[in-house]
């Protein structure tokens, strides 16, 4: 009895080692699966003990075990996706909205953005960020923070903007003085 035991707590170890080093590799493991990462061991090692005798198991190598309960945590994390992305959807379209506002008011008030930039890129760009950071994130900010980061990104493309008009001579110069400044 005692040898079942300490193999179902061998097999345990195994199953929370493979689930640790799959959340160190991988951050989209280690996000999602933080609070869930005793359910997801629970879940492996109940499917490894139904399905598998404990001699079957040690005779397993450890790419097959990384195998299974990636697989298994794809599956709940495309899941937990699913279920999130239709509350993300709807609370973009109102931090679009807002971001769209930022913009035009920046654009408005600024003659150098409406030179250099154009406003339909600029709120692309946005939009695929969205796809990125939460809006959750975003919706709480207050307007002069969500400002400071529009502002951000705009100046960072403006950047780009400028450098991607430089010369070659012009772009080793503006590398040096970047260098020389850290």
């Known amino acids: 009895m005692h040898t079942v035991d300490k193999e179902k707590e061998e097999l345990l170890t195994r199953i929370s080692k493979t689930v640790e080093a799959l959340m160190q590799r991988d951050s989209l493991y280690r996000e999602y699966s933080l609070d869930k990462k005793d359910e997801i061991i629970r879940t492996m090692f109940k499917m490894f003990s139904e399905k598998f005798s404990m001699e ?12 299974i309960v990636e697989a298994h945590m794809m ?4 899941i937990a996706g699913e279920e ?5 959807f709807a609370l973009k379209h109102p931090v679009l909205e807002r ?23 600029i709120m692309e760009t946005l939009s695929s960020l969205l796809d990125k950071v939460s809006p959750q ?6 307007d002069e923070q969500l400002t400071k980061r529009v502002k951000a990104v705009m100046s960072t493309e403006l950047m780009s903007n400028l450098i991607d008009e430089l010369k070659p001579e012009e772009v080793e110069k503006f590398n040096a003085v970047v260098e020389g400044s850290r």
Not at 56 to 67: G, M, S
Not at 75 to 78: A, C, G, K
Request: aromatic residues 8%.
């Open 56 to 67: 079957e198991l040690k005779a397993r190598p450890d790419i097959y075990f990384t195998e």
């Open 75 to 78: 599956t709940e994390l495309l």
């Open 84 to 88: 999130d992305s239709s509350e993300e």
């Open 99 to 121: 971001l769209s506002k930022i913009v035009e008011q920046l654009f408005q008030n600024n003659t150098l953005y409406q030179q250099e930039l154009n406003k339909e890129k």
């Open 137 to 142: 994130k975003l919706i709480i900010l207050d």
